[in-house]
């Protein structure tokens, strides 16, 4: 009887007994079968002895009938399935170590990229929440000739609304920070000051009561700052900020106090509604005035634009590229005028000043999406070398394993069903791995996003969310797969028959295992090599930002914010912006009493921070300068509003002439001082002392006449060269004729004193509050969190890749311990000869450190070519470093070599310390 007709027999019992049938009562068949067929054989003339070995080979195998027969059911693959998941369990269960240090190995590789993973899906995959994104796209000012991109002018933003034909609206808002009373404390929130296109634009709809009402948002008069008549006073409340602040109770319909003016809330946002990843906690009105079309040379205005259904972006690319080239004649406006255009006019000289749209998403994350991906590709980088490390532990772990493998290939098993049980277990152990991994992953997003709230665009957005799961499962499947090809991929049948007839674990191991475990440390090393370069150039990096020169002294700096309110905006004085002076009066109160607190040496204020200052390029009439055709143009980089005392408290030296002084605040002329940059580009070789300058904003703006240079100060940022810039004096402002006269509403304050932040912290809260308890106090700190914070993304990027970084370090150096650790035991009868004959320890040493220095130099030469092509990529993102910098390389190569000679001098010391003795007698 064959195997085929003991199947044929078993699947007519099959049929007769039901498929319910388990394989416990498939074998009771076949055991009375056998018998059945012993007893045959008995009849025959067998010895009892060989009856039944008789019986089995005459049915050919009863357990390939049995796998022949289960090959007949519905679902074989599912019960091979079954019985291979829990063979593998059973099998890793039997080897703690190794299984514990493979789990470890697999969730570090698989944590690491679903963590990263993590942050791209929520920051970059994601569609922004709102109706159609793909149709929103965000408008700015590009200006060609100084590559630089600002806000959009009111007049423009007017008029682009009129004649575009491919956007079905364009909305328009700033940001900034007021003053909300809850209950009797003041609170500082983000404010988004809107018109109600932009919320029709964006597709957002109130949880509660409202949105703004047509025209609720615009004023009448003419637009110019300070001159304006308040918009409605109205307000829509966050849903976060309605839970903190109002506790979620009925709100609608009622006032509260906003800078000190009462307004009416008519809604409340759902959750997460946002505009440009501003966090916004209220929205406000922002007052404009439709009609107005002049007063445009002030930017001030983002516009986000939907287009029409069945518009794509190229089509409105197209049709605002033929806008750039007539905006004149569509809006008839003069040669003079300061407007949109290629070869517009500003002043006497030409330049080219377009409107620009990108898609919102792009807008919103800027340049972080290429740090983000500089990410997710090394953190690949980090579960390809675990990958090999894996293979590495499974292949030396196959070594103990051949006789198993040896006697089930004997018993019928072939190369494709250990392939599969091989297979199955380094699936288990990914996936078992990559469970861990998610739970170390969700820390750590957890952990990065509460450490770096501000340095990841869509922060909020980012969680362990279903794709992310699905991600983890892919790569934790797929690594499952490759590295568990690994233990047969170079394991054959007859190799295994070879290794059962030599009856022991130590049969030969051949030449292509070996190398096959030599390349994958030469692959990990040179992986690592590439991770730990862009590692050290991110270093030099942050190093080199973090010691550039400010243009002033941050020691002893401590700095807050406020916002004045909005209460005192009436005009007493004609021809007075009285609002402007009241303003101006609180900071000065304020700044007397600060320079009063014992331990504050001197105290001034002004409307930005340096590094934090947002670049404008104002359109500016320089006296004295012609402008060649080729540039530079009358554009001032940066304004900047100060009080006195600015330049000695915040250490700027003065380099010509004087600061501002008291009495400038009742000179009968406008004075100003410039810095070092605006000198040098405008008035090289000539005294700027008494030159004059004054904002394009109008003819009856008066000239600044200059009265000091100062020295140049990084105001957009450590990365960033220092620009022209023009120095205004908030108390002679304030006291202008309106409607130049003006203050800022929000300013920061900055103390220079010896006490940290957190001793003045109540005396400043105190002393805001007696001088108005309607303003709140906002990020109290010292300058160098304001300098640490201006170097963040960088930072982080640094302090992410040098993890990555060390990880692979480490994944490599153990599986360059690893390979020479088997290399000693494989060859421990060579070296005890070796040493029975004379040999040196020192000898024995040299040998296994030269083996594994070996595999470190080539795997440094391709991993050092990997880098020089890899790193091209993160060239944007260094500052002050060549991506071929020698000194980084040459560190990098230092240290990998000194982790590696470690790496391979513990299984050297090992090997030294042999007793040939012992291991001749052994053999």
Known sequence: MRIATLCEWIRRL????????????????????????????????????????????????????????????????????????????RTLRSAPVFTAVALLTVALGIGANAAIFTIVNGVILRPLGYLKPKQLVYLSTYNTLFSAEFPVAPAEYFEFRGINRSFADVGAFTTGEVNVTAGDRPLRVRAALVDEHLLNALGLQAAQGRLFARGETDVSGRWAPGDEPPPAPVAILSHELWQTAFGGQSIVGQTIDVDGRHREVIGIMPPAADVMDHHTQIWLPIGLNPATRNF??????????????????????????????????????????HTFGRGARIGEKTDSHILQMKPLQDAILGDASRSIWVLQAAVGLVLLIACANLANLLLARAETRRREFAVRAALGASGSRLLRQSMTEGVLLSIAGGLLGLALAELGVQALVRAYPTSLPRASEIAVDLPVLLFALGVSTGTGLLFGLAPVAHTRVSRLLTALKEGGGRGGTSDARHHVRRGLVIGEIALAVILVTGAGLMLRTVYNLANVDAGFDRSRLVTFSIATGSQKEDRVTPGVNQAARMRTQTYQQILGRLRAIPGVQAATAMSDLPLNQPFLSESTRIANYAAPPEGPFEAIDYYQSV?????????????????????????????AVVNERLVNTFWKGRNPIGQRLKPNWGDWVPWFTVIGVAKDVKQGGVDRNAGTEFYFSI????????????????????????????????TIGRTVRE???????????????????????????????????????????????????????????????????????SSVIALVMKHGLHLTIIGLVIGLAGAFGANRLITTLLFGVQPTDPTTLAAVTMTITLVAAVACWLPARRASRLDPNVVLRTD
């Open 14 to 89: 099959w049929g007769t007994l039901g498929a319910s049938r388990d394989d416990r009562d498939l074998e009771e068949e076949l055991r009375l079968h056998l018998e059945l067929a012993t007893e045959d054989a008995l009849r025959r003339g067998q010895t009892p002895e060989r009856a039944p070995q008789a019986a089995r080979i005459h049915a050919g195998g009863v357990a390939q009938a049995m796998e022949a027969l289960r090959d007949q059911r519905g679902l074989p693959w599912l019960d091979d399935l079954a019985r291979d998941v829990h063979y593998g369990l």
């Open 643 to 671: 009080m006195s005392d600015y330049f000695e408290t915040m250490g700027i030296p003065i380099v010509e002439g004087r600061s501002f002084q008291p009495a400038d605040a009742v000179s009968s002329g406008m004075v």
């Open 771 to 841: 001088v108005d308890p309607t303003v709140a106090v906002a990020r109290l700190r010292d300058m160098d969190a304001v300098f640490a914070e201006s170097i963040r993304r960088p930072r982080l990027l640094t302090q992410l890749l040098g993890a990555f970084a060390g990880l692979a370090l480490l994944l490599a150096a153990i599986g360059t311990y690893g390979v020479l650790a088997y290399m000693v035991a494989e060859r421990r009868r060579e070296i005890g000869i070796r040493m029975a004959l004379g040999a040196a320890r």
């Open 296 to 337: 445009r040379g002030y930017h001030i205005l983002s516009l986000v634009g939907r287009l029409k259904d069945g518009v794509t972006v190229d089509a409105a690319q197209t049709e605002l590229n033929a806008l750039m080239d007539n905006w004149r004649e569509r809006t008839g406006l003069g040669p003079s005028a």
């Open 731 to 762: 108390e002679q402002m304030a006291v202008a004729p309106s409607p130049l006269g003006r203050a800022p509403a929000t300013v920061n304050l900055v103390l220079r004193t010896s006490l940290p932040p957190s001793a003045l912290a109540q």
